[in-house]
């Protein structure tokens, strides 16, 4: 039974740092791509990092040089570190299961597997 459980949320201040951790069950780390998307209130669901099989990363525009993803096997989770947040970095973030390693780099929701229930970060002074 696949399950992704994410933790790590919580109230920062602006320009401060939080580490969100993806922890996964029933399956193996490095069989799929993860991805880690966000979504503000009223606003669709958007990607943030993703993280390939074979342990390529990439990051999307809105968080490139701010936010790391990463994972350990050993652990069987992802992280997501998230440095020099910003107000509108405030939003429920998810982790998901892409089988086939493409949706996550496109934002394509349909096409991830597994999804988390989500943690809320807040960015506010």
């Known amino acids: 039974q696949v399950q992704l459980v994410e933790s790590g949320g919580g109230l920062v201040q602006p320009g401060g740092s939080l580490r969100l951790s993806c922890v996964v069950s029933?399956?193996?780390?490095?069989?799929?791509?993860i991805g880690w998307f966000r979504q503000a209130p009223g606003k669709q669901r958007e990607g943030v990092s993703c993280?390939?099989?074979?342990?390529?990363?990439y990051d999307y525009d809105s968080v490139k040089g701010r936010f790391t993803i990463s994972r350990d096997h050993a652990k069987n989770t992802v992280y997501l570190q998230m440095n020099s947040l910003k107000p509108e970095d405030t939003a429920v973030y998810y982790c998901?299961?892409?089988?086939?390693?493409?949706?996550?780099?496109?934002?394509?929701?349909?096409?991830?597997?597994?999804w988390g229930k989500g943690t809320l970060v807040t960015v506010s002074s």
């Open positions: 998901a299961t892409d089988p086939y390693g493409r949706s996550c780099l496109t934002g394509e929701l349909d096409g991830m597997d597994f």
């Open positions: 029933g399956f193996t780390l490095g069989d799929y791509t």
């Open positions: 993280i390939g099989s074979d342990g390529t990363t």
